[in-house]
């Protein structure tokens, strides 16, 4: 009778703890069988079962393992098995000498999911007779349950869970006096009563990542009392972005509108604010010497701003935990810039920190300020973030594992320039072109009698502002534009081949150009000239398109395709209409161009009585540039000063000689008559 007191005691005690103790979970004797079930774990975990409570030959329960304490005396590691603690069973986790240690075998004790039960691990610890056990043996007792992560588990998930120590039992039921094993999980972090006993469950965990774009920020002092806090997201909790799986391109990426000024197209010299949202891994005492970290890389058109100032170690830099913003320090987090690896920083959080911090929120926010030779077009700037971490206790080698990378991107646009990097397509826009007074093009002769040129116009100078399109009417969106202010965005000069080149580096927006010079004999244009840079970005925030408009006329308008893996493999250029398709560019540079890639991209391949010489050299045409993909740049066209239309003959010269010899004979016959009055 005293034993069957003990029992329900322990029942009763075990329930609450279980309420308790988030880093452990233990499980009341159930009415079941003598299986323990354990649920809830990932596939391909290694689940081992150490018994660190049993009954003597008299039925009492009494400890297996002693510990020292502070006075030196031997004692129980768990004084009473009815009470067990935290911190005794966390002890008992990190002890070197558990002994009859059971280790769960994936083909012989995992429990497929069926239609009325989860997937489970599934053992039965009792030997056949069904006898309670004595010493070691197995039977009824209380088992410690520890579970690892294997590497196949490791190296199949994004983000692996971190499991603590668990404990399930099994005793004589109160009523047969049968034995009775209990089931536990670490997937959950409720008490929970079924038809079939009571079961303690309680939380492992999994570390929540995701990396943010908060906007561009070079112009957000709208109140100057506010913080650079208050400019961005007041919240810095992490909440409403780490999980979060309805976030969408508004909120992760900035905003969205194609001419806005979003983050994910800067120009040069904006600073571009980040968010790292995270979460610290649930660490019990039995993690040692856990590992968090949070690494950073900025491609090299980034520059991260983290300058000391006042109240400022490192700049723009802050890091926030549970909604507070915690300074760098021996007991907090560190930080290292410029690692072995080439990585921006990497931010380490001290050991102490974690076992203290266990499931809060880490907020990592910080700046970068694009750089004068960012890249351009279709070839971005970049972003990437992954953390590592502890995912099982002890300093074994394989101990940590990093999570998959967080990859932002930037994009900014470049006129009559390269489309995807170097190697790439070189692009002809927008060129500077004469035209005669009645606006129609000024040919040039080539050698070749059949063949004529627009005169393309070397030396021509234009100036880029932002737009103000408040007065063009609805129905004609691109009159009446002008310049938003006196600050010039860009300097362009036309090249040998009439390109404008400088109008390099843009973000999305509305612009106008204004000639600022021009070679003779042609006239200055006067009129503004309207320029519209839009783009559409995919979900995961990489470009799928973008069209530049110029002067009413769609001057570049393409669309790239990628692969599984997020790399581009065509660009293609497309009409106005945004559907057809006027041809396609090559996607990779030269570099990383291969026959292969191109045979498949332009659909060809060697003719017969080709020698290889002669088919390589027509492979490399096939790398060059070809204007045939989108031959109708828009033209600026300067008219030519004192230009008539003419039908021949011996021109302008001969009127003007005999101009001139009027203008004589007129002044010799006015002094001639004068001088004869004279006389």
């Excluded at 004068?372 to 594992?401: L, R």
Aim: net charge negative.
């Amino acid at each position: 009778m005293k034993n069957l007191q003990t029992i329900k005691r322990i029942a009763a005690t075990l329930m609450t703890v279980a309420l308790i103790f988030t880093s452990l979970s233990f499980s009341a004797f159930a009415a079941d069988d003598t299986t323990v079930k354990i649920y809830g774990t990932d596939d391909g975990v290694i689940v081992t079962l150490y018994k660190v409570i049993k009954q003597d030959a008299n039925g009492n329960w009494i400890n297996i393992y002693k510990v020292t304490d502070s006075e030196n005396n031997e004692v129980d590691a768990i004084a009473d098995p009815a009470k067990p603690s935290s911190a005794e069973i966390l002890a008992l986790a990190q002890r070197s000498d558990l002994e009859d240690e059971i280790v769960l075998n994936a083909a012989d004790d995992w429990v497929a999911k069926t239609t009325s039960e989860a997937a489970h691990w599934a053992k039965n610890l009792v030997d056949s007779d069904n006898t309670y056990g004595v010493a070691n043996d197995k039977g009824a007792g209380m088992y410690l349950v520890l579970i690892k992560n294997s590497a196949d588990n490791v190296d199949d998930q994004d983000y692996v869970r971190v499991y603590n120590p668990m404990i399930v039992s099994i005793a004589p039921d109160n009523d047969t006096g049968d034995l009775a094993a209990g089931s536990v999980s670490p997937e959950t972090d409720s008490f929970e009563t079924e038809a079939e006993g009571n079961v303690a469950y309680v939380k492992s965990s999994v570390p929540t990542f995701d990396k943010y774009i908060i906007r561009k920020a070079n112009d957000n002092v709208v109140d100057g009392n506010k913080t650079d806090a208050d400019k961005l997201n007041t919240d810095v909790t992490g909440t409403t972005n780490v999980g979060n799986a309805n976030t969408t391109n508004e909120n992760k990426y900035g905003d969205t509108d194609t001419r806005g000024s979003d983050a994910t197209d800067p120009a040069v010299g904006d600073k571009v604010w980040f968010e790292i949202a995270t979460t610290i891994p649930a660490y019990a005492d039995n993690y040692v010497n856990p590992v968090f970290k949070i690494h950073d890389t900025l491609s090299t058109g980034l520059t991260i701003n983290n300058t000391p100032s006042d109240g400022k170690p490192n700049g723009d830099l802050e890091v926030y935990v549970g909604g507070a913003k915690v300074e760098p320090g021996a007991n907090t987090w560190s930080i290292d810039y410029e690692s072995e690896d080439g990585e921006t920083f990497v931010i380490t959080f001290a050991p102490a920190y974690l076992n203290g911090a266990n499931q809060k929120n880490v907020v990592v926010r910080y700046s970068a300020t694009v750089g004068q030779d960012c890249k351009y077009n279709f070839n971005p700037e970049t972003n990437t973030a992954k953390i590592t971490y502890t995912h099982k206790p002890g300093e074994e080698e394989d101990s940590t594992t990093e999570s998959e990378e967080k990859k932002t991107y930037h994009y900014t646009f470049s006129i009559n320039d390269k489309i995807n990097g170097e190697g790439s397509q070189d692009l002809r826009e927008v060129v500077k072109v004469g035209a005669s007074e009645d606006g129609s093009f000024v040919f040039k002769e080539t050698t070749k009698e059949t063949e004529y040129w627009v005169e393309d116009i070397e030396g021509a100078v234009f100036k880029l502002y932002k737009a103000d399109t408040s007065a063009a009417p609805d129905d004609k969106p691109f009159d009446n534009w002008v310049a938003a202010d006196n600050n010039v965005i860009r300097t362009a000069t036309s090249d040998k081949d009439g390109r404008l080149k400088g109008l390099d580096r843009l973000d999305c927006g509305d612009y106008v150009l204004v000639e600022d010079s021009v070679p003779s004999p042609y006239a200055k244009k006067k009129t503004p000239i309207p320029v519209r840079i839009e783009a559409e970005l995919k979900d995961n925030g990489q470009l799928l398109s973008y069209k530049i408009t110029v002067g009413g006329v769609v001057a570049g308008n393409y669309k790239a395709t990628y692969d599984a893996d997020n790399n581009i493999t065509s660009i293609e250029a497309l009409a106005d209409d945004d559907t057809t398709s006027l041809g396609t560019y090559k996607a990779a540079s030269a570099s990383t161009a291969t026959q292969a890639g191109v045979e498949t991209l332009y659909k060809i391949s060697k003719n017969e009585g080709e020698t290889d010489a002669e088919y390589a050299a027509r492979i490399d045409e096939y790398l060059k540039t070809f204007d045939d993909v989108h031959p109708e740049a828009a033209d600026i066209r300067n008219t030519k000063i004192g230009t008539l239309p003419s039908t021949g003959g011996m021109g302008t010269v001969a009127f003007t000689v005999g101009g001139i010899v009027i203008m004589l004979a007129a002044l010799f016959l006015l002094f001639g008559g004068k001088k004869k009055n004279n006389n």
